[in-house]
C-alpha cells in the first residue's frame, strides 16, 4: 500500500522560509514532485525529482527560491525561501513508478499525498 504524508506547512510572512517534508512508503518510485493548488485555481505543478540520478526542475515561478530534494528511498523535501503571498496554497507531494517522467502533468503521477497548508501573509 502505497503512503505518501506531507508535514511542515504553516503560517509564515513574506520572505521568509519553510521545509516541506514528504514520508513515501510502499514501493519504489522512479520520479517524485511537489504540486500546490491556491483557492478557486487548479493544481499546478512546482517542482520534480527523479529517484536515481536526482535530476530536478522547477516551475519558472519558484525558481531560484524552492529546492527539491530527496534522502533515502522515503523521504522527499521541498526546501522554500523568499516567499510569497502568492505562494500560498495547499502543497502536494506526488509519486510515480515505472518510467521516469519528465513532464509537468498531474496526470502523470498516479499516487498523492493529502496535501499541506502554506499560507504567506504580507
Known amino acids: 500500500q502505497v503512503q505518501l504524508v506531507e508535514s511542515g506547512g504553516g503560517l509564515v510572512q513574506a520572505g521568509g522560509s519553510l521545509r516541506l517534508s514528504c514520508a513515501a512508503s510502499g514501493r519504489t518510485f522512479s520520479t517524485m514532485a511537489w504540486f500546490r493548488q491556491a483557492p478557486g485555481k487548479e493544481r499546478e505543478f512546482v517542482a520534480r525529482i527523479t529517484w536515481i540520478g536526482g535530476g530536478t526542475n522547477y516551475a519558472d515561478s519558484v525558481k531560484g527560491r524552492f529546492t527539491i530534494s530527496r534522502v533515502n528511498a522515503n523521504t522527499l523535501y521541498l526546501q522554500m525561501n523568499s516567499l510569497k503571498p502568492e505562494d500560498t496554497a495547499v502543497y502536494y507531494c506526488?509519486?510515480?513508478?515505472?518510467?521516469?517522467?519528465?513532464?509537468?502533468?498531474?496526470?502523470?503521477?498516479?499516487?498523492w499525498g493529502q496535501g499541506t497548508q502554506v499560507t504567506v501573509s504580507s
Open positions: 506526488a509519486a510515480r513508478v515505472g518510467t521516469t517522467y519528465w513532464g509537468a502533468d498531474v496526470a502523470g503521477y498516479k499516487y
